[in-house]
């Protein structure tokens, strides 16, 4: 992964500057290495978009939790739903997340298994 790309994207998802988000950058970097398959290219361009949108939903998680409130013409309001800034920064974490299939293991594990007793619903 290129980090001069990663902040660049960084800054074209968040509209802030990298400079001073820098540690979340790079915890979002480690983050997206854990994810990596051993047998991927750590040199996919694809990686850099995972690891940019990853860290503009942390940036975006933290500015929620500062302020839960939407200006509006009438007052503020509770912002939550599918117009706040973490669902649209998450929708795009998620799309990334899915581009990267390949490279990355899996977030979502079902286990499923019987007892082989009947007696259980």
Request: aromatic fraction near 8%; include cysteine; hydrophobic fraction near 40%.
């Amino acid at each position: 992964m290129n980090i001069e790309s990663v902040k660049s994207l960084f800054e074209l998802f968040s509209g802030e500057e990298s400079e001073s988000f820098a540690p979340l950058i790079s915890l979002s970097l480690a983050e997206t290495e854990k994810m990596l398959l051993p047998e991927a290219d750590t040199s996919d361009v694809r990686l850099d978009f995972l690891a940019a949108a990853m860290a503009n939903y942390r940036l975006q998680q933290i500015n929620s939790s500062r302020d839960r409130t939407q200006a509006t013409y009438a007052g503020k309001m509770l912002s939550a739903g599918s117009g706040s800034p973490v669902s649209g920064a998450e929708k795009l974490l998620r799309d990334y997340m899915q581009l990267c299939g390949d490279l990355i293991r899996p977030k979502v594990f079902v286990f499923a298994g019987t007892s082989g007793r009947e007696d259980i619903c």
